[in-house]
């Protein structure tokens, strides 16, 4: 299920959605939902929006109450956190569903980072990716990428540090295409043992 949009609690914190009696109209930015209200009282979020529809009517309309916990701050005060509706897991942000009709944690939608998808080579790309970035590489970075001059501003010994971690990742890199093609090797050389 692909899930566009999220409710971060920081965002209801800032614009004063956590206060006793507080009732407003919201927008995501989009009109992937018409007509978005919220209301807070007895530390629960109540929202509610019309989802289009191809009945009739011509919408449905969605209202989910969210639950606000409080935890204690070390320096005083209290930080908000959202409970999942479907869960009741502490979280700091809900994600609306691709048909906008749920609310839920990552959690209950499954959803992954990129990086837990992929093999220690591809990690190692994303990792030279970052660092050509620092350094202020634009368009697309490949292997024979050349890393770039040191950008104005940025100490020497900055730049000779992620230089090194460049250098690093190029040497784990080509350890992992050994590891992961040593197999595929010895039998290639198994069938074809050389002359």
């Known amino acids: 299920m692909g899930v566009t949009r999220q409710v971060k609690v920081s965002d209801l914190a800032r614009i004063g959605a956590l206060t006793e009696g507080w009732k407003?109209?919201?927008?995501?930015?989009?009109?992937?939902?018409?007509?978005?209200?919220?209301e807070y009282a007895d530390d629960t979020l109540r929202l509610s929006w019309k989802v289009e529809t191809e009945d009739k009517d011509g919408h449905y309309v969605v209202s989910i109450p969210i639950?606000?916990?409080?935890?204690?701050?070390?320096?005083?005060?209290?930080r908000p956190w959202l409970l999942c509706p479907y869960c009741g897991r502490r979280v700091s942000a809900l994600h609306l569903?691709?048909?906008?009709?749920?609310?839920?944690?990552?959690?209950?939608?499954?959803?992954?980072?990129?990086?837990?998808?992929?093999?220690?080579?591809?990690?190692?790309?994303?990792?030279?990716?970052?660092?050509?970035r620092?350094?202020?590489?634009?368009?697309?970075i490949d292997r024979y990428t050349r890393i770039p001059r040191r950008p104005k501003g940025m100490w020497r010994s900055t730049y000779d540090r992620i230089k090194k971690q460049i250098i690093q990742t190029e040497m784990d890199l080509d350890d992992a295409f050994m590891v992961s093609s040593g197999p595929l090797i010895s039998r290639i050389l198994k069938r074809y043992p050389p002359a």
């Open 134 to 140: 620092r350094l202020g590489a634009k368009g697309s």
């Open 67 to 78: 639950r606000i916990s409080w935890s204690p701050c070390n320096y005083g005060g209290q």
């Open 97 to 132: 569903s691709s048909n906008a009709r749920q609310l839920a944690c990552r959690h209950c939608f499954r959803m992954t980072y990129a990086t837990r998808n992929t093999d220690d080579q591809d990690r190692l790309h994303i990792r030279r990716r970052k660092l050509f």
């Open 24 to 38: 407003a109209r919201l927008s995501w930015g989009d009109a992937i939902c018409e007509d978005m209200r919220g």
